[in-house]
């Protein structure tokens, strides 16, 4: 019964909006309240709420041909929302070799913290060809679990 | 837990008081403590309800985090970077309780005017990064940190996704909630609650051993750091007086009960 931890595991999707070599996955999940109109809109940049975990468990890639979907960080990836360009690191590389389906649980979550609000990550794609990956990743937001 | 001390297993596995035990309400700012008899409970076996979005009304204006203040988009959804007051705080879903308008009830479901009844309500908000504030009552801030009002405003003063409280007769009491998520978000909240028939111990033997843990109990914190006058007015109200003053290491029995007659109501 202890409350003082809050977990929220949610799938997003990330879809490409149109074919291409390379882009950014746009992500949606169900608790998002999507109308087609700024800002109510589904999101490249994933912001990690203030002083929260976000533990990425899983990912799933399905294309139709041979593709690379990265996962970044960024320590003010909220800029992003003020016209701003965050800078870019690259946490995870996970490689489809042919056009089908790659599905990986990680036995160790890849765990990025928020300390000041600002930090965030996003999902890329690139590929020899031009595609338009759906890629489908399981967060967990965890607030309030504090090491000792 | 954060509210809510079990002193001898009076809580049972919903985090709810038992039948026949004791609970206290202590209320920090005074350290005074209000004991009640649990003689049952209205709701058995039906503790948990599902109340459906957060009573966010479409068009109510919001507060953004970065300055971009925004409106609720449609019924139930938290704006991204905002936070936002229900008015009223927490109506009943209509097709759960058909109250009639304009009244208290309407406004807060778990209002109600009689000393010999409480309400424990656990509130377990969805998603549950949602920043959760309660006020007592509706927009008196209550959470301090070493005398600074703090708030979901703030970077402190709040807790994501749960509140756990008391509700005593003849108040309402306000939430204030934030979503600090770069996307609006679609709320939902499951409310775990007790309706306790209960009785105001005034039996000073049996609120000293209370008290002083020789007596099992449910022991609640009241989440407020001051004592609003509309809160102070209700417990004069319905209970003849403000509670009984903890008694602390060092005084005697005798003399804690000299100060408790004191605070109980004359006559």
């Not at chain 1, 489809?96 to 649980?105: N, V």
């Not at chain 1, 031009?130 to 967990?140: G, T």
């Not at chain 2, 959760?132 to 009552?137: D, K, M, R």
Request: hydrophobic share 40%.
């Amino acid at each position: 019964m202890g409350m003082s931890v809050a977990r929220e595991l949610k799938t997003f999707s990330g879809f490409a909006t149109a074919a291409a070599t390379t882009g950014t996955l746009y992500l949606y999940t169900s608790d998002m309240y999507v109308t087609g109109s700024t800002p109510y809109v589904p999101i490249p940049v994933l912001v990690i709420p203030y002083g929260m975990k976000a533990k990425i468990w899983g990912i799933r890639i399905a294309s139709t041909a041979a593709v690379t979907v990265q996962v970044q960080f960024s320590p003010n990836a909220s800029s992003y929302y003020s016209g701003g360009t965050p800078s870019w690191a690259t946490l995870d590389t996970e490689n489809l070799a042919s056009p089908g389906e790659l599905a990986i649980e990680f036995r160790r979550p890849i765990v990025v913290t928020s300390k000041y609000g600002t930090e965030g990550l996003q999902f890329v794609f690139a590929s020899a060809s031009s595609v338009q990956p759906n890629i489908a990743v399981d967060i967990e937001f965890v607030w309030g679990e504090v090491e000792e | 837990m954060p509210f809510v001390y079990d002193y001898g297993k009076a809580l049972d596995e919903l985090g709810l008081v038992k039948d026949n035990y004791y609970m206290v309400v202590y209320i920090p700012p005074t350290n005074k403590a209000f004991v009640f008899w649990v003689k049952g409970r209205v709701n058995s076996g039906y503790e948990v309800f599902h109340y459906g979005p957060l009573p966010l009304v479409s068009g109510l204006q919001c507060t953004g985090y970065t300055g971009n203040n925004l409106t609720v988009p449609a019924t139930g959804v938290l704006p991204p970077a905002n936070y936002c007051s229900p008015t009223p705080p927490l109506p009943p879903p209509p097709q759960l309780m058909p109250v009639p308008t304009n009244t208290n009830q309407a406004n807060f479901m778990f209002y109600f005017d009689s000393a010999d009844k409480l309400f424990q309500v656990r509130m377990f908000i969805k998603p549950r990064w949602v920043r959760a504030e309660l006020q007592v009552p509706p927009g008196v801030e209550q959470v301090q940190i070493n005398g600074y009002y703090e708030g979901v405003s703030k970077p402190g003063g709040w807790a994501r996704g749960y509140l756990d409280f008391i509700v005593f007769p003849g108040l309402t009491y306000g939430f204030v909630f934030g979503n600090d998520m770069v996307f609006g978000v679609l709320t939902g909240l499951d409310i775990i609650y007790g309706e306790y028939n209960v009785s105001l111990v005034t039996d000073l033997d049996v609120v000293y051993n209370v008290l002083t843990h020789q007596l099992p109990s449910a022991w609640f914190v009241f989440p407020v750091t001051h004592v609003d006058t509309t809160v102070n007015n209700e417990w004069v109200e319905y209970y003849g007086f403000t509670g009984f003053t903890v008694p602390q290491p060092g005084v005697s029995r005798s003399q804690w009960e000299a100060t408790a007659r004191g605070e109980l109501p004359r006559g």
